[in-house]
């Protein structure tokens, strides 16, 4: 069974870079055709794909957020991470890593999430 | 790229149907058979329903199904119970390789 963990970095400083790093376990990151994917979450909004990254290194990113998102792949230690530049209060949100299989929106495995605010 | 259109929320009965409905444009849900459901209850993560419009992954109720006419993808929900109050999700892959999502849709069962 796969899971994912995103780790919890908690609280941000304005400006500063929000990274998160998710952990998966019950499968190698390097198998299969899957995307390894970051969505977030808005306090009571909808969800907001952040982009995603092929073992390989080919990343995809939600074009809105493209200048400041930049997600890496270890596959030696089965993680993947985000990091978001110049942070401010409108990046609080719950920040979900995901699995995509085929890179068609297919996210059939997610992390519990964790709540990053920015705030001084 | 702008996010999907879906009503902000549902209601029904429980034993009733209900459909969800899902806009986009000919750059994602129009000009794709990727489309996808998800299932979200409060302070708990999303949970695959349906994938490529009309797919239910191992372990979901066959009383989810999923449609698309155009640029308009369906969920419909029969036999509505209590544990399907949540939020909804579609999403959709694009024409740019990205994914996006609607705005969500809260299902309330009477």
């Known amino acids: 069974q796969v899971q994912l963990k995103e780790s919890d970095p908690g609280l941000v400083q304005p400006s500063q870079t929000l990274s998160l790093t998710c952990t998966v376990s019950g499968g190698s990151i390097s198998s299969g055709d899957y995307y390894w994917t970051w969505i977030r979450q808005h306090p009571g909004k909808a969800l907001e794909w952040i982009g995603y990254?092929?073992?390989?290194?080919?990343?995809y990113y939600n074009p809105s957020l493209k200048s400041r998102v930049t997600i890496s792949v270890d596959t030696s230690n089965n993680q993947f991470s985000l990091k978001l530049t110049s942070a401010t209060a409108a990046d609080t949100a719950v920040y979900y890593c995901?699995?995509?299989?085929?890179?068609?929106?297919?996210?059939?495995?997610w992390g519990q999430g964790t709540l990053v605010t920015v705030s001084s | 790229q702008s996010a999907l259109t879906q009503p902000a929320s549902v209601s029904g009965s429980p034993g009733q149907s209900i459909t969800i409905s899902c806009t986009g444009t000919s750059d994602d849900v129009g000009g794709y058979n990727h489309v996808s459901w998800y299932q979200q209850h409060p302070g708990k993560a999303p949970r695959l329903m349906i994938y490529?419009?009309?797919n239910r992954p191992s372990g979901v109720s066959d009383r989810f199904s999923g449609s698309k006419s155009g640029n308009t993808a369906s969920l419909t929900i029969s036999g509505l119970r209590s544990e399907d109050e949540a939020d909804y999700y579609c999403s959709s892959y694009t024409v740019t390789t990205t994914v996006t999502f609607g705005g969500g849709t809260k299902l309330t069962v009477l």
């Open positions: 490529d419009v009309s």
């Open positions: 990254i092929f073992h390989s290194g080919t990343t």
């Open positions: 995901a699995r995509d299989r085929g890179g068609y929106d297919w996210l059939d495995y």
